[in-house]
């Protein structure tokens, strides 16, 4: 394990809150939450239909790279037991004042998903939306959570497609892509993608996040970008372009002989 490496990605994620520019509120208070959760489901409005969060009732649930907890936040409202792992402090913190702000209970702690403090066959879902390409060794996480999933069990995560068009787009029109200088960034394909899961069965990869308009862009960029590029995009059939959602989202179970 790259220790020196995961200290630099600790120490970077301490100091950085996802999306921070979208709120006003201070951080930590319920207008925040609220903000930030709002936005998340405007930027990410597929996400709610790919998983249905409400579904894991009384199941085990394991988030590694929970940030601020909203998407585990939607997993204790369906009545899941949950579990937040961060390699932040700053995030983990902030977890915890969400649950405790929305009266539901998690387990949440600091820690290293490469290298995670569970049995194996603990959690009825893994869950990684978003974290995968912000790690020192993907191969050491995706192990580390087919380890903790029970026989049967779901795993669900998400990367970036390097041959997604807002990978085009920052190469072609030099637009930064969200932390980007992050110490450990990198993209994948579906293929190579499919290949790190290939312990899991039944695996299925669905690209997603086409162009919205974003609230990020200010002035000329918003223009273009909001009413030209988006519109063009949303004239040319889906099928066509499928292959270039920025998100490679993932799913697959850990088989019953495991």
């Known amino acids: ?32 939450f609220n903000d930030l959760e709002a936005y998340r489901y405007e930027k ?7 998983v249905d969060f409400g579904s894991f009732g009384g199941k085990d649930v ?4 929970c940030g601020i907890g909203t998407d585990l936040v939607c997993f204790a409202r369906g009545g899941a037991r949950v579990t937040g792992v961060d ?14 702000l929305n ?35 993907i191969q050491a996480m995706l192990d580390e959570l087919y380890r903790v999933l ?20 920052s190469r072609w ?14 993209l994948y394909t579906a293929r190579e993608f499919r290949k790190m899961l290939s312990r899991f069965s039944d695996v299925r990869i669905v ?11 200010k002035g000329i960029k918003a223009v273009l970008f909001n009413t030209m590029f988006v519109g063009f995009f949303r004239l040319i059939p889906r099928p066509l372009v499928r292959h270039l959602g920025w998100h490679l989202m993932a799913f697959g179970v850990k088989g019953a002989e495991a």
């Open 62 to 65: 394991l988030e590694v790279g």
């Open 150 to 169: 029970k026989p049967g069990g779901l795993f669900i995560g998400m990367l970036y497609n390097r041959k997604g068009w807002l990978y085009a787009m």
């Open 103 to 137: 009266g539901l209970k998690g387990d949440l702690r600091t820690g290293n998903g490469e290298a995670l403090d569970f049995a194996d066959n603990t959690f009825d879902v893994v869950y990684a939306h978003g974290v995968l390409q912000y790690t020192a060794d």
């Open 1 to 32: 394990m790259n220790d020196a490496l995961i200290n630099e990605i600790r120490g970077y994620w301490n100091t950085r809150i996802h999306d921070m520019e979208m709120t006003d509120h201070q951080a930590g208070s319920r207008g925040f």
């Open 44 to 50: 990410l409005h597929y996400l709610p239909g790919l």
């Open 207 to 217: 690209p997603e996040r086409f162009p919205v308009k974003s609230r990020l862009q």
């Open 87 to 100: 390699l932040s402090g700053t995030a983990i913190g902030l977890a915890a004042k969400n649950f405790e």
């Open 173 to 186: 029109f030099h637009v930064d892509l969200e932390h980007d200088d992050a110490p450990a960034f990198n």
